[in-house]
C-alpha cells in the first residue's frame, strides 16, 4: 500500500469548499488559542535565551515573531513561534497525544506573511496540515509515544509539510518528496521533558517542514514511500505501524474535530479540580477567608503527578493540586499570572492552600474530580466535576477563549492590539492576507 | 553511569596539546579531503535546488559556499557544504559506519570563518567532535544502522555540536545541553538512499549540531543524561546500547585513526577490483585494444550490490562492477569524471566493458579482487588484491589525496586556488585564521 503516494494525492486534491463549516471555525478557534500563547510566552526566558543564539544568522525581515518587534526569514519566524506557543503548555491538544496547531501555524502564518496568503487558504491548509499529523502520529500510537518520541515533533514535522506544501501549491510528486523530506527530520525524545528543549520540539517541527516544503518546491528528492517502507517512519520509529489509519475515511472525519483547549495554566490532571473550585465560588461568592477547609477527592495520578504541598516557584505550583485550587478559590482564575513565582509566595495564597486536603480515590477519573468545601459558617459545598471544561465532552465556549487570550496576552499587547487579533481570527476566513494576523501581533515592550 | 555528563566533561577538558601529532595529521587529510568533495559536488543538481530554495531566507555573508560565490550565514553554510560533502559518496568513512568530516567540518569552518578560529583549534575542535560521534555511534551499532537509522545523520549531530561547542569555549554545563539538544534532533533514515536527502542528512548534521551549541552557549537548557536515560537516545533508538564505548579509553585511543579515503568514485564493493586493474594496467601498460578477456572473482556481495551489465548513466555506472574495471583498465583513473554520463555512453568504454565476466568467490571478502586478464598476445596477467588502496591496511598516501583532490576541483577552483586550498590543508595548523580555507576555495563558475 503506497501510503505516502496516496497521503500526498489527498492532501493536493483537498479543495477549501470541502471542508466542514464547524472543521473551519474549529481552526479559527485554535488560531486564537495558539496565537495567545505564543504572544504570552513571547518574553519567556526561553525565547529570549534562543532569540540570543539564533537572531545573529536570521535572514531578511519577512516574519514577525509574535508578541515581539523583531522580524526575521520565514524559516526563523517559524521556529521561534513554534517554540513560544509551546512553552507554557497550555496549547491545543488533539484527544490523542499530539499537540495539533504548535508545528502547524507558524509554518502558515510564516509563509503567509511572506506571500500574501488569504485568511481562508490558511485555514485550509490548516486543517489539511493538522489530518495529516494527527494520522501519521495515529498510525504508530501510543507505542511510539510510550517508548519515548515526543509525538508533538515527530509527527507534527509532517503537518508543517503537508500545510506548507498545499500554500506553495506542490504538485503530488514534489508533495510526496516533502512527506519524506519531514520523515527524515522527524525527531524529539520524551527526555527533554521538564528543560526547553520541551517547547523545542514543535518549533523544530515547524521550521523543518516548511524547510520539507520549500526544498521539495524546488524538485530536492525524497524517497516516495518515506512512511511506509520497511526502512521508513513506521517501521523505525515504531513497534506498531498501522498505515491504513493514515488515509481511512479521508474527507469524512476530521481529526480538528477532537481538539481541546486547556483553560487552566498546568497539567491536565489537575484541571478538574481547578473548575469545581471555580464553579462554587462563583456560585456561592466565596471569598479565602469564609473557608474554614477543603477536600479533595481524585484520582491517584494526581497525587503521584502534583502532590507538592509547599511549592516555591511559578512551576512548582504547576504540580501542586494544592496551590491550584487554592488559587481557583482566591481568584476565581489559574491562568499563567496564578502561576507566577509572586503569586505562589503571596501569603494569602499560601494561607489558602494550607487548607487544601486530598484523598485518593480509584473510581474518580484523572480529570476529574469531587470537592467538599466546609465553610466557617457551617454550610459544606460540594461538586462533582465529571467532565472537566476543556475536555471534548464539555469544550471551552468561543467566548471563554477569549478570555483566556485576554489573560495571556495582557501586558504584551495592548487592549486595542488585542482587541484586533481576537477580530481577526473570529473572521480568519474573509481577510484577504492572512499576515495581517501576525502584523496586529507584533508587539514593544510596553 | 552519568556518560553525557563525562562526555561533555572530557571534551571541555581536553587541550590541545593532547592530540597526538599523527591524529592531527590525520584531521588535515581529512580536511583536504573533505573540502575536495564539497567544492567537486558544488554545482550538482543537489545543491542547485538547495540553494534555489533556502537562498531566500538567509542571513548575513558570514560564510562562504564552497566551490561557489555566495556566502550566507554559518547556519545555512554549515547545512550546504555538509550536504555537498557527501552528494559524491566520496567522503571519508570510519572503519565502522559513520562518515566523520561531513558533518563536522562544514560547522567548523563555518564558526572559523564567523569568529576568526585559527587552524590550530580547528583541527584540535575536529578531533574531538570525531571522538563524540564515532564514539555515540559505536555505542549503539550495528543494530542502530540495522534497523534503518544513517548513522552518519544520527551520530554525526552529537559531532557537529561537541565540535562547535569546543569552538565556542562552552563549560561543562553547556556541553551537556549541546549534547542533548544534538540529541533530541538525531534524525535521518536509510530509506532515503538513493534521493537527494541522503547528502540531506549530514547537512541537517552539521546544522543542527551548530545550533545546539550555539543554543546552549546561550543557556537554552536540555536534559543533561540525553544520551543515557530511559528515554534517551540510546534507549529510544536502538535496542542495543552500551554507553561505556563512549567514554572508555578517551585520550588513549583516537577514532581518527580508524578513519579511511577512498580512492575510487564508486561503493566499497569494488574499489579492489579498481585497484587491480589499475595495477596491472599501469605496470604492463596496458591500452584497451591490447586485451581480450578480464576475468573477476569477487565476493558474491559484489554481484548482488554492482551486477549492472549495461549502464545508461553515470549513477548507474557506478553500480557496475562492469564499468568500472572498464574505465580503470582504459583510464588508470576512477574518480567522478569516469563515473559521468559521457563516460558510461563513451563507444571504446562500452567495447571493453563487455570483455569484461564476473565469478563469485565466497573465499574473497568484500573488498578484495582477484583479477585475471588475457592479452591478444596470449599472455595471462593475475593480480589478488587483498587490501585495497583505502583500507586501514594500505591507505591513500598524501599525495594520493592531492590528486584525488586535484581531479575533484578540476574545473571548479583555478590552479592556483587549487594549490592554496592544498598548502592552507596541509598547514592547518600554523594558518591563524582557518576561514582562509574557505575563502580559497570560494569560486564563480569559470
New interface residues.
Given amino acids: 500500500m503506497e501510503v505516502t503516494r496516496t497521503l500526498a494525492r489527498y492532501i493536493v486534491q483537498s479543495k477549501p469548499g470541502d471542508i466542514p463549516v464547524p472543521v473551519r471555525h474549529e481552526a479559527a478557534r485554535a488560531l486564537l488559542n495558539w496565537s495567545g500563547c505564543a504572544i504570552g510566552a513571547s518574553r519567556h526566558e526561553?525565547i529570549e535565551?534562543?532569540l540570543?543564539?539564533?537572531l545573529?544568522?536570521?535572514?531578511?525581515a519577512?516574519a514577525g515573531i509574535l508578541g515581539r518587534s523583531e522580524r526575521v526569514?520565514?524559516?526563523?519566524a517559524a521556529l521561534v513561534n513554534g517554540v513560544s506557543s509551546h512553552v507554557f503548555d497550555f496549547d491545543d491538544t488533539h484527544a490523542r497525544a499530539i499537540h495539533p496547531s504548535a508545528p502547524v501555524y507558524p509554518a502558515l502564518l510564516a509563509l503567509a506573511e511572506w506571500k500574501g496568503i488569504s485568511g481562508a487558504d490558511l485555514v485550509h491548509a490548516f486543517v489539511v496540515g493538522v489530518e495529516a499529523e494527527c494520522r501519521v502520529g495515529l498510525s504508530v500510537f501510543p507505542e511510539h509515544y510510550n517508548?519515548?518520541?515526543h509525538i508533538t515533533?515527530t509527527a507534527g514535522v509532517f503537518g508543517a509539510a503537508a500545510a506548507a506544501g498545499k500554500l506553495l501549491g506542490l504538485n503530488e510528486q514534489q508533495m510526496a518528496w516533502a512527506l519524506?523530506?519531514a520523515?527524515?527530520?522527524?525527531?524529539?525524545?520524551?527526555?527533554?521533558f521538564?528543560?526547553?528543549?520541551k517547547s523545542?520540539?514543535p518549533g523544530?517541527a515547524a521550521q523543518n517542514g516548511l524547510?520539507a516544503a520549500?526544498?521539495a518546491?524546488?524538485?530536492?528528492?525524497?524517497?516516495e514511500?518515506?512512511i511506509e517502507?520497511?526502512?521508513?517512519?513506521g517501521?523505525?520509529m515504531s513497534t506498531r505501524f498501522d498505515p491504513s489509519v493514515i488515509t481511512a475515511e479521508w474527507g469524512q472525519r476530521y481529526e480538528l474535530s477532537s481538539n481541546m483547549y486547556k483553560p487552566f495554566a498546568c497539567g491536565l490532571v489537575v484541571q478538574g479540580t481547578i473548575d469545581g473550585c471555580i464553579q462554587l465560588r462563583n456560585e456561592y461568592k466565596l471569598a479565602p477567608e469564609m473557608i474554614e477547609r477543603v477536600d479533595l477527592r481524585v484520582s491517584p495520578i494526581v497525587l503521584e503527578l502534583t502532590a507538592k504541598e509547599n511549592p516555591q516557584t511559578g512551576l512548582e505550583g504547576k504540580f501542586s493540586v494544592f496551590h491550584a485550587a487554592a488559587v481557583a478559590l482566591h481568584f476565581g482564575m489559574a491562568g499563567e499570572a496564578q502561576f507566577s513565582d509572586a503569586c505562589v509566595l503571596d501569603p494569602s495564597v499560601v494561607a489558602l492552600r494550607r487548607k487544601v486536603k486530598i484523598e485518593a480515590d480509584t473510581s474518580i477519573g484523572r480529570v476529574q474530580s469531587h470537592v467538599f468545601i466546609r465553610l466557617k459558617d457551617g454550610r459544606t459545598l460540594e461538586r462533582r466535576v465529571e467532565h472537566a471544561l476543556g475536555t471534548l465532552e464539555r469544550p471551552m465556549s468561543d467566548a471563554d477563549l477569549e478570555t483566556k487570550f485576554r489573560a495571556l496576552v495582557d501586558g504584551i499587547l495592548t487592549r486595542q492590539q488585542c482587541n484586533d487579533v481576537i477580530r481577526l481570527c473570529w473572521g480568519v476566513e474573509e481577510i484577504p492576507d492572512a499576515g495581517a494576523i501576525a502584523r496586529a501581533a507584533a508587539a514593544y515592550p510596553i
Same sequence: chains 1, 2.
Avoid: Y
Fill in positions: 526561553t535565551n534562543m540570543a543564539a539564533v545573529p544568522f536570521a535572514g531578511p519577512q526569514d520565514i524559516l526563523h517508548v519515548g518520541w515533533g519524506g523530506i520523515a527524515t527530520q522527524s525527531s524529539g525524545l520524551r527526555e527533554m521538564g528543560s526547553m528543549c523545542l520540539h523544530r524547510m520549500l526544498l518546491s524546488r524538485n530536492f528528492t525524497s524517497s514511500q518515506a517502507a520497511k526502512r521508513g517512519f517501521h523505525v
